[in-house]
């Protein structure tokens, strides 16, 4: 069964480096999706992507965050300068144009130290 | 953000009973709600959904129940099994803006044998 694929699958970093999460969505799917879960909290959206841009974004994706779809497979969610309270899962999602239903990756745990 | 609320952080039920979870929304725009279940170190995983012109579906194991005038919805598992013990998020969105997802805090299930 098609899946949705992220990597890494945990990475730890200094405040203030920059760190790029990869996600391959699932392939015929056009509609793509980040969202975090601070441990202990919800899930929360960060940004939707659609026809390379981005479609809608929460008040959490500032400045700091950005996305990027490089070429046909992968979809980044890069961010400049890692604060402590962007410690969280980052889970990539996909979507198919004709349904509601996203698609969810394993997830990428985020620690910031 | 209390848009969508699962009031109770767990439930215990007994192998072969039936599992009731509830959800409840404030946002009358939202108007497709879907479940998800999630494993420990693992993305959500997409159970059933539910369109607003609809109060029920069905698929297998799993019924959703929606009832807009209480702005309420459920999800049973019947019967339930060892293997359904998981944390399990009911999910909200808005046609209006594609598929972000609202979620709620999450209901964390044990089926015990």
């Known amino acids: 069964e098609p899946e949705v694929t992220q990597t890494p699958s945990h990475q730890v970093t200094q405040m203030g480096q920059e760190v790029i999460l990869r996600c391959v969505p699932i392939?015929?799917?056009?509609?793509f999706y980040w969202y975090r879960q601070i441990l202990g909290q919800k899930v929360e959206f960060l940004v939707s992507?659609?026809?390379?841009?981005?479609?809608?974004k929460s008040e959490i994706f500032d400045d700091q965050f950005s996305v990027e779809r490089p070429d046909g497979s992968n979809f980044t969610l890069k961010i400049r300068s890692t604060k402590l309270e962007d410690s969280a899962m980052y889970f990539c999602?996909?979507?198919?144009?004709?349904?509601?239903?996203?698609?969810f990756g394993e997830g990428s745990r985020l620690t910031v130290l | 953000d209390q848009q969508v609320k699962q009031n109770s952080p767990s439930l215990s039920v007994q192998e072969g009973r039936i599992s009731i979870l509830n959800c409840d929304y404030t946002n009358s725009m939202f108007d497709y709600f879907l479940w998800y279940k999630k494993y420990p170190a693992e993305g959500p995983t997409f159970l059933i959904s539910i369109s607003s012109i609809k109060d029920k579906n069905e698929d297998g194991r799993f019924t959703v129940f929606l009832n807009k005038s209480a702005k309420h919805l459920s999800l049973h598992i019947v019967p339930s099994q060892p293997g359904d013990s998981a944390v399990y998020f009911c999910a909200a969105s808005e046609a209006t803006s594609g598929s972000r997802l609202t979620f709620g805090e999450g209901t964390q299930l044990t089926v015990n044998p």
């Open positions: 992507f659609y026809n390379n841009e981005i479609s809608e």
């Open positions: 999602a996909s979507r198919a144009a004709d349904t509601g239903e996203l698609f």
């Open positions: 392939s015929n799917h056009l509609y």
